[in-house]
Nanobody, 114 residues
Framework: VQLQASGGGLVQPGGSLRLSCAASVSITSITIMGWYRQAPGKQRDLVATITTGGSARYADSVKGRFTISRDNDNNTIYLQMNSLQPEDTAVYYC?????????WGKGTQVTVSS
């Protein structure tokens, strides 16, 4: 499984971005997909995940601001990020769990700064 993330960039506090992650296989065959992020000097942390059934899970720090969704027809998941704050600055990684394997895409940088 190859994952291609896109959509990062520089945004002002309070702004929005939408990340996309396109998979090389049908995402209906992937049990869980999601996003993690890693800020400089910190560990990689869960942001949000979504199952094949559409159940979503969020880190407490992003609940109410971020929304994860999936488009099975285009084998893509999205992360809509609203009300972005400087503490959301990180490299965001797309993640997939299929059978017993975990897959990671290359990260996309999100910088929130005025």
């Amino acid at each position: 499984v190859q994952l291609q993330a896109s959509g990062g960039g520089l945004v002002q506090p309070g702004g929005s971005l939408r990340l996309s992650c396109a998979a090389s296989v049908s995402i209906t065959s992937i049990t869980i997909m999601g996003w993690y992020r890693q800020a400089p000097g910190k560990q990689r942390d869960l942001v949000a995940t979504i199952t094949t059934g559409g159940s979503a899970r969020y880190a407490d720090s992003v609940k109410g601001r971020f929304t994860i969704s999936r488009d099975n027809d285009n084998n893509t998941i999205y992360l809509q990020m609203n009300s972005l704050q400087p503490e959301d600055t990180a490299v965001y990684y797309c993640y997939a769990h299929k059978w017993i394997y975990n897959y990671w895409g290359k990260g996309t940088q999100v910088t929130v700064s005025s």
